[in-house]
């Protein structure tokens, strides 16, 4: 039986369910220094004197450090390819201090109570700097947020800190003025995504010691082990070479966990104090110092002939980095180049885009990644086109998506190789009965009901740069031991890549081990995010077993005494074509474990030139009270093209995983802060996600088409399905009240005042 | 403050300070699978069973359940692995975090509603919170399980 494309059991399901130790704080030796920091006050602020020494007196503390305790070299929190393009604007403790909540001091005890007695007894006195809080007035403000001489830019992404800017560029293909005028319907419009906290469920969390070696051993909640490498050598100043990551069980990332939001403090303590040293985050804390979605603000200009055929679209984005640049300059470049690609009959389009600092905490990566802004930007100024024109929404998709087979040339002029979005806005329509809903249907009791549609596309992985490796070895007995550089983090790719390995190698699922992720001893592997797991890791597993598999029938070539051409493999055992004769891959395995030269392992590396995208239609159903403006959502309905389905089960889950939290971007996520910077929304009593009462039904069906450079044809699926949920609500709104929410979240006032002012 | 606690139906005797939460006093003897995901009584992840009934040991005084009958699923681990196992070929636990209070919260369900409708069973979920799934799964873990349990105790009246 085929292992792909079957509802395979998660490997560590059954040690979830009964809820066995294995996340980080579960793990860690009890005598791990408690680690706290000490957050700034203020939005933007120079320390000007710092007393620890009533602190230090505190029975149980071990260590407090400041700004002077630590290297004066700017790094970057990133999880990104080095050279990275988020800038080295960091120290793990600054003397400026850019945002509220930013870390003044580290301070490691035995116990909660002392470290927490410790911080309320150092003394600051700061001098407060007038902060930058809107991000429209934020490029060549008067007041800069990082003027320091060390301030450093790695790559070519148009940064300039004299200027509070953090990225900029502008690509233009065909003469999108001159094609925009000459269009009959043309739709200008603005639109503005806030900052969303992914909310995964285990807060940030690292416990460090030093090993025999006198190594700094680094046991984190991370996406990206590799890079945290990297990160810690940088910041603390030591080689590489003196420092192990090791990722354990993770409870969710979300993008949150491909910045190093938490390993920098431990480490240091570690190093400093040779104890072992753990920080786990309060959900508090990781509310106001982590690493949220990029807000942006995104003009859209498009232009249609009078068929309704769409022309030319010139998008340009305005985003808000924060404090430090982690992945400003490479989130916003998909609010573009994922949105306009959907839209194959474009002649000419510009994306420009500016990434500016401000005074409040620092973005980073969010499922999606700049994707899931631009996309509520483009498919909602394509929802306002097809309302001009009086045409159905999913009929001006129809005659517009981009088809197989086409190039892209929003899409770094890719070729499109798979591509179901046709059947998946057809299925969807079937789904939720389109036809019989569009647009509405007063309900008769103050409700109105109303449905909308938005569709969208991410990538599998960063083309020419994310790279992973695999490594195979057979065991006694034939078992195979694989080793990787990927991260589940509760995705299940340690499932998923084991069935690929499994149909690889014609045995079953049970047969792989898997392990992951250590640095010392796993494969090199970018980390998991940007999709890249089952498509670029997933083609490293397919190149591995195809050199293992070699290497098994040169073994086999020898034992049965004839050219390796004439050796076949049925994952019993290794058998010659022309006789028959076989020898089984336990005894062969076996054997190799005695007085042997030829290791039946192997290790491959893959890295793709390209990225496809996978696609998803989705359609909202939603009941707007006509009194109030309230929206509750009734039913929605995704249809993937993820290519090949590796995992029925997992990819079902990840994709209605993903469309609730699409939902609550849509209708209530939203990070708040007062004018003086401070974070109004900094708990899960202000900042509400959604819980079960508030999904509706989700339904999800898959139309898979065949990706020739995939592993079985797969492509990627964990990020594409949180975009769709906020431009189809907001369709499904004003299909129902005629208001264009153009400002997240979709809240009943905002509905509200539209239905009253429109009148 | 000295108290004793039944917990997973051994008996405990332990000196305490008298603002120990439960959640802190459960991991500290083992209990690793009560995870805490909030500090305002939000998330449903603390989830535990004091004297059957489901609490959030997360606001609950280590000091109140003095006398009492505590369970985790370290004590549940063949109810856990019954209904995990509907969980698990439903693919419902994705990070896995929030599943200890869950399947907590689960087992209470059973024992307090009778064949719950879906709107009854979300009802009753509604203070546990997963950011992974997306809560379908769940659910139709739940309704398999349920079913089976049924038919179980339908034949065997
Ligand atoms: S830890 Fe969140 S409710 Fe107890
Ligand atoms: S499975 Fe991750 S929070 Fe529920």
């Keep these: 039986m085929s292992a792909i494309d079957q509802p395979v059991r998660k490997k560590d399901a059954m040690a979830l369910v009964t809820g066995k130790p294995v996340y980080t704080q579960d793990i860690a030796p009890k005598d791990c220094l408690v680690v706290k920091l000490l957050g700034s006050p203020h939005a933007h602020a120079l320390i000007k004197e710092i007393d620890i020494g009533p602190a230090l007196q505190v029975p149980g503390i071990e260590c407090i450090l400041t700004y002077k305790d630590v290297p004066d070299s700017r790094f970057t929190l990133a999880g990104q390819t080095y050279p990275e393009p988020s800038p080295y604007d960091r120290l793990i403790l600054d003397q400026r201090l850019r945002y509220v909540g930013d870390a003044v001091a580290i301070v490691a005890g035995e116990n909660e109570k002392a470290v927490e007695e410790a911080l309320d007894l150092i003394k600051v006195q700061y001098e407060v700097l007038q902060p930058v809080l809107d991000f429209r007035r934020a490029l060549d403000h008067e007041v800069i947020i990082h003027p320091e001489e060390n301030w450093k830019s790695l790559a070519p992404v148009g940064a300039d800190n004299r200027r509070n800017l953090c990225a900029s560029e502008e690509v233009e293909y065909g003469d999108v003025d001159q094609v925009i005028s000459e269009c009959e319907w043309i739709i200008e419009q603005t639109y503005h995504t806030k900052a969303n906290q992914q909310v995964m469920m285990e807060t940030f969390r690292t416990f460090t010691h030093l090993d025999t070696f006198g190594r700094l051993v680094c046991v984190s909640s991370t996406q990206v082990p590799f890079h945290v490498r990297r990160i810690l050598a940088n910041a603390i100043g030591i080689p590489k070479s003196q420092i192990r990551v090791i990722k354990p069980r993770i409870g969710g990332g979300f993008g949150a966990k491909q910045t190093a939001v938490s390993e920098i403090y431990p480490a240091i303590v570690t190093w400093k104090t040779g104890k072992p040293a753990m920080i786990i985050y309060t959900r508090r804390e990781s509310f106001t110092s982590s690493s949220p979605r990029h807000e942006m603000e995104i003009r859209v200009r498009l232009g249609a002939d009078k068929e309704g055929i769409i022309r030319g679209i010139d998008v340009y984005t305005l985003s808000n980095t924060g404090a430090y640049g982690e992945h400003g300059p490479t989130t916003v470049g998909l609010s573009g180049h994922k949105s306009i690609p959907l839209y194959g009959k474009v002649e000419a389009f510009r994306f420009g885009y500016d990434v500016v600092y401000t005074n409040v905490m620092s973005a980073g990566a969010y499922r999606g990644y700049g994707a899931t802004q631009g996309c509520f930007a483009v498919e909602s100024a394509v929802n306002e086109l097809a309302a001009k024109m009086q045409m159905d929404p999913v009929r001006i998709r129809e005659i517009n998506m981009v088809r197989q087979g086409q190039v892209m040339p929003a899409y770094y002029g890719e070729k499109l190789n798979s591509c179901a979005l046709d059947r998946c806005m057809a299925k969807a329509k079937a789904m939720i009965g389109w036809d019989d809903k569009y647009p509405c249907k007063d309900m008769g009791n103050g409700k109105i009901r109303s449905v909308g549609v938005a569709m969208t596309m991410q990538g599998s992985g960063i083309s020419g740069v994310d790279t992973a490796s695999v490594s195979i070895k057979v065991n006694d007995d034939g078992f195979y031991s694989m080793s990787i550089g990927a991260t589940d983090m509760g995705t299940g790719c340690d499932t998923s890549l084991a069935q690929i390995a499994a149909e690889c190698l014609d045995c079953s699922v049970e047969n792989i081990i898997v392990s992951g992720v250590d640095t010392d001893a796993s494969p090199y592997d970018t980390g998991s995010y940007a999709s890249s797991t089952a498509y670029v890791t997933g083609n490293a597993v397919v190149k591995t077993c195809a050199a293992l598999r070699q290497r098994i029938k040169a073994e086999g070539s020898a034992q049965l005494g004839c050219p390796v051409e004439d050796i076949e493999i049925d994952g019993e055992k290794v058998y010659r074509v022309d006789t028959d004769e076989s020898i089984s891959l336990k005894d062969l395995a076996n054997g190799a474990m005695c007085g042997n030269s030829n290791a039946l392992s192997a290790t491959e590396s893959f890295s793709s030139p390209v990225s496809p995208p996978p696609f998803v239609v989705g359609m909202a159903e939603v009941e707007i009270d006509k009194e109030t403006g309230k929206v509750d959502l009734i039913d929605y309905v995704a249809v993937v093209d993820c290519g090949t389905v590796i995992n029925t089960n997992l990819a079902r889950v990840q994709t209605e995983g993903g469309i609730a939290q699409g939902i609550g971007m849509a209708l209530y996520e939203d990070i708040k802060y007062t004018e003086k910077g401070q974070m109004v929304s900094n708990s899960l009593m202000q900042y509400k996600i959604p819980s079960r009462l508030d999904v509706g039904t989700i339904r999800v069906a898959f139309e898979s088409s065949y990706e020739p450079t995939g592993p079985f044809g797969a492509k990627s699926i964990g990020e594409v399905v949180i975009n769709t949920p906020s431009p189809a609500i907001a369709n499904a709104v004003y299909n129902g009240v005629h208001v264009n929410i153009r400002e997240l979240p979709i809240t009943a006032e905002k509905v509200y005042m539209g239905m009253h002012k429109e009148k | ?157």
């Design chain 2, 1 to 157: 403050m000295i108290i004793n606690i039944w917990l997973n139906g051994r008996q405990l005797t332990r000196e305490i300070e008298a603002d120990l939460l439960l959640i802190d006093f459960l991991r500290n003897n083992g209990c690793y699978s009560v995870k805490r995901g909030c500090e305002t009584s939000n998330c449903g992840l603390c989830s535990v069973l004091l004297e059957d009934k489901p609490v959030l040991s997360c606001s609950t005084l280590a000091a109140r359940a003095d006398g009492k009958h505590v369970y985790t699923l370290e004590g549940l681990q063949p109810q856990a692995e019954e209904f995990g196992s509907f969980m698990a070929d439903q693919g419902a636990e994705q990070c896995g975090f929030c599943s200890p209070g869950l399947v907590i919260s689960v087992l209470a369900m059973e024992k307090e509603l009778n064949n719950p409708s879906d709107e009854e069973i979300k009802e009753y979920l509604s203070g546990s919170l997963c950011r992974c799934s997306g809560y379908m799964s769940q659910l139709r873990a739940i309704k398999l399980y349920l079913d089976r349990k049924g038919a179980q105790e339908y034949e065997r009246n």
